[in-house]
C-alpha cells in the first residue's frame, strides 16, 4: 500500500510522550487520563511485567517469540502471562484477564457488562466472532428513555440506577469462549481474581482520579458508595483495596458454573439491585435466565492484501473500520496531495461519510436487517471515496445507497454515549489470536453495584428516540434487543494468517482510533509509535484535535480545509500484537495504564 500518512505521523512523532489532560468537573468517562500514563503505582510483581512497563514508558515495544498480550491493567497482564506459561490458549488467558480487569479496573468493564470477541483459530485457519452484548429487558419498549410527554430524559437522569442496565454478558461470553477454545480447568483459570479480591490490590491513579471525579453519583447508590467511597472518602492513589463480595461471586462461578449467575442467588441479586435502584429498572430474573451469547459471522474487507476482519452488528465497529481503511485505500492510489493536512482531509471526509451510514443503518440484525454487504462492497466503497476531496471537506454529508433487499426508509440515530471501555489482545504459543473488547458503557456503568461489581449503563446506547417524522429509527429500544455498540476487536489477515490483533476503548471514538492504528502498522510504522502518536478525529465534522500533543499544530490548517476543530482529551487505549516472520511484538497505549507482555 502506498504511504500516504507516513509524513503526517513522522511530523507528529515528537508527541510519543503525550501529556494527557485533566480531570475535567464532575463528567466521569473514560477520557480522564492522570498525569502518570504509565500506572507504576500499580507494579505487578512479575519482574518481566515490570520490565515491560519500563519500556512502554521509553516508548518500546515489546517482542517475544512464543505469547503475547497486551491489555488494560498490569495486574491483569501479570495473570494472563501466568495461565499462558502454564501452556493456557489465548482463550483462557483472556478469561483470568477479564475477571482481573473487573477487579481492579471496575469502571471500565467487569461481570456486569458485555462485550465482543473475534478469535482466529490456527488449528482450523478461521476466524470466528462472539456476540455478549447486554439485551434489553422483555418489558422494555421504545419509550424506555423519555418522560411522560414522549421527550428524551437527560443523558444521566437515565443512566444511573436501574432503568439503563441491560442483562450481562460478559460471563456467558468468558465461559462460551472457554468451552470452544479453552485447554485449562475453568477453576484454575478464576483463581488469580478471587486471591486479588480477597488479599487486596493497590488502587491507581486513573481509578482514583475518575472515582473522585465521579464521587456524586457514586455517592446515590448505599452498596457503590461504600466501596469507593469509605467513609464518604473516595479512595485514594495506592489505597489497598479489597472487595470479597467479588471473590466470593467467582467462587461460586469456578465451582458451580456460569449458570448460578444467570440462574440462581448472584441473579436474584442482581435483579434485586436494579429494581431496588434510585430510578428502579426493569430487568427481571426471567430475563438474565433467558440470556445467552450468538455467534456472528465476523465482518472482513481486503484492503491491498490484507483481510480486516471486525464484529458485524449489533456492533457498528468492525463495519466502520473496514469502510475508513477500505475507502482510505481507494483514495491512496488517486490522490495529487500527499501532504499531512491532504491525507487528514481525505481521512475526515471519509469518516463522516462512515457516520453517516453508521447512524442510519447498523442496529442489532435479529430485530433490524442490516446491509452489511453492500456496506462492504468494493463498488460502493469505491463510489463513495470517489465523492472524497483532497483540498477541502465535503460540504454535504448523507448516507449512501448500499445494494439492499430491504427498505431503506430509516431515520438516523437519535442519542449519545459516553465511553468506559476495555480492550485484550493475545496471540497464545499454538498461533490462537483472540481480540476482545468489553464495556460497561458509561465510567462506572449505571452506579449499581451487586455482588462485587458494577452493573452496565448499555441500554443507553440505544436511540432515545423512536423515530423522527414518522420514520422508525433502526436502533431503537425493543424488548431482548442488543444495542448498538462501536466496539471494534479487530484481527487482520494476511494470506489467510494473523498479522496485527488490536482493538481501543474509547466510545464512538473507537472506530477512529482503530482505523488510525492499523492504516498507520500496514503503511510500515512501528507498533508502538502507530498506537501512540496523536490523534485526529473526525465522526460528525468537528475534527477533535488531540490536546497537549504536536496535533494541535495542525488544527488551523484543517480549519481552513472546512472542518471545525475541537482541542480535547483523546485517551484511547490501544493494544495491539503483531505477528511477523521474527517474532511477536506488543504494544500498549502510553495514555493509560495498560502494558504488554510476551515471552
Avoid at 491512496?332 to 493536512?341: F, G, P, R
Wanted: proline share 5%; hydrophobic share 45%; with cysteine.
Amino acid at each position: 500500500m502506498e504511504d500516504v500518512s507516513l509524513r503526517w505521523i513522522v511530523t507528529l512523532a515528537l508527541a510519543v510522550a503525550l501529556s494527557c489532560g485533566p480531570v475535567a468537573g464532575q463528567q466521569a468517562t473514560d477520557d480522564i487520563a492522570p498525569e502518570l500514563t504509565t500506572d507504576l503505582s500499580a507494579r505487578s510483581a512479575d519482574p518481566g511485567v515490570r520490565a515491560a512497563q519500563h519500556a512502554k514508558a521509553q516508548g518500546r515495544a515489546l517482542r517475544a517469540a512464543n505469547w503475547m498480550i497486551s491489555a488494560a491493567h498490569p495486574e491483569a497482564v501479570r495473570a494472563g502471562a501466568d495461565i499462558l506459561r502454564q501452556g493456557g490458549t489465548a482463550a483462557d488467558a483472556m478469561v483470568s484477564v477479564q475477571a482481573v480487569l473487573g477487579l481492579v479496573e471496575p469502571q471500565s468493564s467487569g461481570l456486569g457488562g458485555g462485550g465482543f470477541l473475534l478469535y482466529f483459530d490456527a488449528a482450523l485457519g478461521e476466524v470466528f466472532s462472539l456476540d455478549g452484548r447486554e439485551t434489553a429487558p422483555m418489558d422494555a419498549t421504545p419509550r424506555l428513555f423519555q418522560n411522560a410527554t414522549g421527550e428524551p430524559l437527560g443523558f444521566f437522569d437515565a443512566v444511573v440506577g436501574g432503568l439503563s442496565v441491560g442483562v450481562p454478558g460478559t460471563p456467558a461470553l468468558m465461559r462460551g469462549a472457554h468451552d470452544r477454545w479453552g485447554r485449562l480447568p475453568w477453576a484454575r483459570l478464576l483463581a488469580p481474581a478471587i486471591d486479588l479480591g480477597e488479599d487486596g490490590f493497590a488502587v491507581s491513579a486513573r481509578l482514583a482520579a475518575m472515582v473522585a471525579a465521579d464521587a456524586d453519583r457514586l455517592a446515590v447508590h448505599a452498596d457503590t458508595a461504600a466501596y469507593f467511597l469509605p467513609g464518604g472518602a473516595p479512595i485514594g492513589e495506592g489505597d489497598r483495596l479489597t472487595n470479597t463480595a467479588y471473590a466470593e461471586t467467582l467462587r461460586t462461578l469456578a465451582e458451580k458454573g456460569v449458570s448460578s449467575f444467570y440462574d440462581g442467588k448472584i441473579g436474584r441479586d442482581i435483579a434485586r439491585a436494579v429494581q431496588n435502584a434510585k430510578r428502579p429498572g426493569l430487568l427481571s430474573e426471567w430475563d438474565l435466565r433467558n440470556y445467552t451469547i450468538k455467534e456472528r459471522a465476523p465482518v472482513c474487507v481486503d484492503v491491498s492484501e490484507h483481510a480486516i476482519c471486525g464484529m458485524g452488528p449489533p456492533s457498528s465497529g468492525g463495519i466502520a473500520v473496514a469502510q475508513i481503511l477500505g475507502m482510505l485505500a481507494e483514495v491512496a492510489h488517486a490522490t495529487e496531495d500527499n501532504s499531512d493536512v491532504g491525507h487528514l482531509t481525505r481521512l475526515g471526509s471519509i469518516s463522516r461519510l462512515v457516520f453517516a451510514d453508521r447512524g442510519r443503518y447498523v442496529a442489532d440484525s435479529d430485530y433490524h436487517p442490516v446491509p452489511v454487504e453492500g456496506l462492504l462492497d468494493a463498488t460502493y466503497l469505491a463510489d463513495r471515496a470517489g465523492s472524497v476531496l483532497d483540498d477541502r471537506a465535503l460540504e454535504e454529508i448523507a448516507p449512501g445507497k448500499p445494494v439492499f433487499d430491504h427498505s431503506f426508509n430509516m431515520a438516523d440515530h437519535v442519542g449519545r454515549s459516553l465511553p468506559s471501555t476495555t480492550h485484550i489482545s493475545i496471540v497464545d504459543q499454538y498461533g490462537n489470536a483472540l481480540s476482545l473488547t468489553s464495556s460497561i458503557e458509561n465510567a462506572f456503568g449505571s452506579r449499581v453495584m451487586a455482588g462485587g461489581f458494577l452493573l452496565n449503563n448499555q441500554l443507553t446506547d440505544f436511540s432515545f428516540r423512536a423515530h423522527r417524522d414518522g420514520v422508525a429509527i433502526a436502533n431503537r429500544v425493543e424488548p431482548g434487543k442488543r444495542p448498538r455498540s462501536s466496539m471494534a476487536p479487530t484481527i487482520v489477515l494476511r494470506k489467510g494468517k494473523p498479522v496485527l490483533v488490536i482493538g481501543s476503548p474509547g466510545g464512538s471514538r473507537i472506530i477512529g482510533y482503530v482505523a488510525e492504528a492499523v492504516w498507520r502498522y500496514l503503511n510500515g510504522m512501528d507498533l508502538q509509535k502507530a498506537v501512540s502518536l496523536p490523534h485526529a478525529i473526525n465522526r460528525f465534522g468537528t475534527y477533535d484535535i488531540e490536546r497537549g500533543s504536536a496535533a494541535e499544530g495542525i488544527a488551523a490548517a484543517l480549519n481552513e480545509r472546512g472542518f471545525p476543530t475541537n482541542i480535547t482529551d483523546l485517551n484511547s487505549g490501544l493494544h495491539a500484537v503483531a505477528i511477523t516472520p521474527e517474532g511477536l511484538i506488543g504494544a500498549a497505549d502510553p495514555r493509560r495504564e495498560g502494558v504488554a507482555y510476551g515471552e
